[in-house]
Nanobody
Framework: QAHLVESGGGLVQAGDSLRLACVTS????????MGWFRQAPGKEREFVAA????????YYADSVKGRFAISRDDAKNTAYLQMNSLKPEDTAVYYC??????????????????WGQGTQVTVSL
């Protein structure tokens, strides 16, 4: 069975950095596109970043472009999200997701097949 586990969240101050990790099992990681999404209280889940199955292409929401970086390590079956210059509006539960192959849209959560349970990121002023 597919299993995705996020880690690395925490409580930080504005301007700080965090690196999230998503360790996968039960899937052929190298054949999956990976995405990061987030959901704040009272808001819908929104796209943050994605990386193609080959690792050759990355995609970012405008709100995080230039601050966040997605990467993957196929040898470790792990995807990462490096978050720099964090802002209070980045506060949310962050979820990783996997899609087998190429999703119809990297930013639309409905195209992803597997999801983790999320990790909380809280950014204070």
């Amino acid at each position: 069975q597919a299993h995705l586990v996020e880690s690395g969240g925490g409580l930080v101050q504005a301007g700080d950095s965090l690196r999230l990790a998503c360790v996968t099992s039960g899937v052929t990681f190298k054949s999956h596109a990976m995405g990061w999404f987030r959901q704040a209280p009272g808001k819908e889940r929104e796209f943050v970043a994605a990386i193609s199955w080959s690792g050759g292409s990355t995609y970012y929401a405008d709100s995080v472009k230039g601050r966040f970086a997605i990467s993957r390590d196929d040898a470790k079956n792990t995807a990462y999200l490096q978050m720099n210059s964090l802002k209070p509006e980045d506060t949310a539960v962050y979820y990783c997701a996997a899609d087998h192959g190429v999703p119809q849209s990297y930013s639309d959560p409905k195209w992803y097949d597997y999801w983790g349970q999320g990790t909380q990121v809280t950014v204070s002023l």
